[in-house]
Structures are given as C-alpha cells and as structure tokens.
C-alpha cells in the first residue's frame, strides 16, 4: 500500500462530501447557505481521516469492536445523519416528528448521492486514465488538479441530471393511469395524468372537465349529436374555448384500484398533450363519481 498524506485525504473527502450535500440541496430543495454545507463536509471529511488513523493504530480487544461500529455503516449512517443536521438543520418551528423525518430524508439523499457521483466519477476517471487510483482515494496521485477539478464537476452536473430525471419519472409513474372510454357501444384506451393543474369546468360550473387528444377520440366518436364549447384560459395564450363531448362513462385504473366514471364531459384538443407521448389525456383533478 502506498503513503497515503492525511492532509491530502482530508481534502480530497472535504470536496467529495460538499459535492455530495451539494446535490442533495439542489436536487431535495433545501436550504442550507454554503459555509454550513463546508462545515458538515469537513466534519466527513474528519470522520474519515480518524477512522484511517484508527485503522493504522492496530485497534484490538474491545477498542476493535469500537473502530468496527465507527469505520462501518453505523458509523457511516451516524456520520451522514450528522453531516445532514450541520447542513440543512432543524429549521425554525419545526415539529421534532417532522424534523426527524426531514432528517432521515436528508441522510438517505447523502447515501444516495454519494453512490451517483462515485459511479459517475469511476465512469469519468476510466476515459481520462488509463489506470486507477493509488490507496483508495478517488483519483489517487496520478490526477492532475484541472482533471480532478473537471472530473468534481462532471460528476456533480451528471448525478443531478440523473437524480432529476428519476424524481420526475417517478413523479410520472405516480400520476400516470389507465383510462378506458366508451361511447355508444364502442371503447377505447389511452394512458392519462392526472394532472393537479387542470381546474377546468363546463360553463356552468358544475362538472370537471377532462382534456383528450382528437387522434383518441376520433376512434370512438366518428360522429356525435350534441357538442359544448368550454371557455379556457391559460398562461401565455389567449382566452378560447375547445369543444367538449360527453362520453357514456370511463374506467380509470390505478394500479389494483378501477373507478367507473359515469359521463364524463371530454374537451378535445389536437396538440399533443404529452412531449414524449407517455400520456394523451389530462385528467381533471375532481373527477366525477
């Protein structure tokens, strides 16, 4: 094994865990002004060296059993949950049950960006390097500064990316349903969100509206005897108002749950709802029962 500096190690564990708490306030939406963030990464960064010092004075007996719970996951989770609390901290007001659950949230986001900026930077540092790191420190002597710089903020941009991106698939997955539409003896199926912003009501103010692609309706309703126009606003766009048919009823399936619908008032419109195509119908967040 080679000498491996402590000061080195400290700062090298100091800028990985502020990138770290970093990504967890940007991608959880804390607030948490940067000098606490530095001061919780340097309590990391502290942990680390002691546990490596530990390590190399050979701890025995009981002082073992010790360097084992403080170098493993209880420590590491003690060391994260502390980290999260210098951080992000209690916040004034706040009930203890909820500052316990924003605690262990915040802990579960360090894990959990720690894993995304290490394989992001493993993924980095193999097309920079030919070979890996010496002692076990990201990057070891043989990385430059400009490249450990580069590969800190490639990491960083990348596992916000990827975290992003999963919230908002999950997110996707939460919303997203099955709808089954029928109209005079015929069906048909599409993907809908329920979508919390859609607060549209037929003129008269007594039935939510929901929004369907015309590609979707046309396969059912060819033709129809009676349609009503429903005024809209929205931002950036001018007053208007899309035609609106009433269907016989729909099932909307959520996983085990299914509920029947009876005519449910549809405003169609002919822009695509959805930029990727998950979805083609907006439900309306008051759907009738």
């Not at 190399?56 to 007996?61: D, H, R, S, V, Y």
């Not at 035609?243 to 619908?261: K, L, N």
């Not at 449910?264 to 029962?289: A, F, H, T």
């Amino acid at each position: 094994m080679g000498t491996v500096y402590i000061d080195v190690l400290f700062l090298i564990n100091l800028s990985m865990d502020f990138l770290v708490l970093l990504l967890v306030r940007t991608c959880l939406r804390r607030y948490g002004p940067l000098w606490r963030l530095l001061l919780a990464a340097a309590a990391g960064a502290l942990w680390a060296c002691l546990t490596l010092v530990w390590a190399a004075a050979g701890p025995e007996g009981m002082t073992l059993f010790l360097y084992r719970g403080m170098a493993g996951l209880p420590g590491a989770v003690c060391t994260a949950a502390v980290m999260a609390w210098i951080a992000f901290g209690r916040g004034p007001g706040r009930e203890f049950q909820t500052s316990l659950k924003r605690l262990i949230q915040d802990t579960a986001g360090i894990f959990l960006a720690a894993a995304l900026l290490s394989g992001v930077w493993e993924g980095l540092g193999g097309l920079l390097m030919s070979g890996g790191g010496d002692g076990g420190v990201p990057g070891g002597d043989s990385l430059s500064l400009a490249a450990f710089l580069f590969l800190g903020a490639g990491a960083f941009f990348a596992g916000r990316f990827l975290w992003l991106t999963a919230a908002e698939s999950a997110r996707k997955r939460k919303y997203l349903c099955h709808v089954r539409l029928f109209y005079r003896g015929r069906k048909t199926e599409t993907e809908a969100l329920l979508d919390t912003g859609n607060r549209l009501f037929s003129p008269d103010g007594k039935r939510p509206v929901h929004v369907l692609e015309y590609g979707v309706c046309r396969e059912i309703c060819e033709k129809v005897d009676r349609v009503c126009y429903i005024p809209y606003r929205s931002v950036g766009r001018q007053d208007g108002v899309i035609p609106g048919i009433t269907m016989d009823y729909m099932e909307i399936v959520r996983g085990e749950e299914q509920t029947r619908v009876e005519h449910p008032l549809v405003g169609i419109v002919r822009q695509q709802l959805s930029p990727d195509g998950s979805y083609r119908m907006l439900l309306n967040e008051k759907s009738e029962n």
